[in-house]
């Protein structure tokens, strides 16, 4: 059974550094590549950006690129997301999933990690 | 980028009926890349439909997709109970930035 399971829920202050993680089992971790998804409370899904565990080529969305980093250890079949500096503006819900080559949907989901930026 | 807009924005029918629910590209999805996806309240996102007519396992066959280019459709035929939530739909055509539409909410009449 393929299956995603993220890290817990995180309460940070701004301007701490934070990663979360998603771990890979049931399938060949590094056959696929896993994107993360944005949820801010009460709104829709923003898919962040990209990372092929079989190298850690990573793309993202411009609109998270400098702010966010994906990473991937492969040993461990676990995908990482990090920031180096939280704003009370990164307070969501995240959500890494399976897929992300470009000819490839979401298919499979984590459960999410909330993290909550507050001073 | 291309900007997916979906419509309507809420869409309130009663169970047993019929629901259609659009999602319009800003320009043509390559290869009909498009999905739609399935979101409860506090559950993560569930795939239901790609490419843009295939459904994924598990997915019962009242649910459809259809279209290309620049307009698809999410079709449920006969709603029951556990149907009534947030759909959106996501292009994975314009790699490598994929992007989702604002989503439709599907509430019980």
């Known amino acids: 059974e393929v299956q995603l399971v993220q890290s817990g829920a995180e309460v940070k202050k701004p301007g701490e550094s934070l990663r979360i993680s998603c771990k890979g089992s049931?399938?060949?971790?590094?056959?696929?590549?896993i994107s993360w998804v944005r949820q801010m409370p009460g709104k829709g899904l923003e898919w962040m950006g990209r990372?092929?565990?079989?190298?850690?080529?990573?793309n993202y969305s411009p609109s998270f690129q400098g702010h966010v980093t994906i990473s991937a250890d492969k040993s461990i079949s676990t995908a990482y997301l990090h920031w180096s500096s939280l704003k009370a503006s990164d307070t969501a819900m995240y959500y890494c999933?399976?897929?992300?080559?470009?000819?490839?949907?979401?298919?499979?989901w984590g459960q999410g990690t909330l993290v909550t930026v507050s001073s | 980028e291309i900007v997916l807009t979906q419509s309507p924005g809420t869409l309130s029918l009663s169970p047993g009926e019929r629901a259609t629910l659009s999602c319009r590209a800003s320009?043509?999805?390559?290869?009909?890349?498009l999905a739609w996806y399935q979101q409860k309240p506090g559950r993560a996102p569930r795939l239901l439909i790609y490419?843009?007519?295939s459904r994924a396992t598990g997915i019962p066959d009242r649910f459809s997709g259809s279209g290309s280019g620049t307009d698809f459709t999410l079709t449920i035929s006969r709603l029951e109970p556990e149907d009534f939530a947030v759909y959106y739909c996501?292009?994975?055509?314009?790699?490598?930035?994929?992007?989702f539409g604002q989503g439709t909410k599907l509430e019980i009449k």
């Open positions: 320009q043509s999805v390559r290869g009909s890349y």
């Open positions: 490419g843009p007519s």
């Open positions: 999933a399976r897929g992300g080559s470009g000819y490839d949907p979401l298919d499979y």
């Open positions: 996501q292009q994975y055509d314009s790699s490598p930035l994929y992007t």
């Open positions: 990372i092929d565990p079989s190298d850690s080529y990573t």
């Open positions: 049931g399938y060949s971790f590094t056959s696929y590549w």
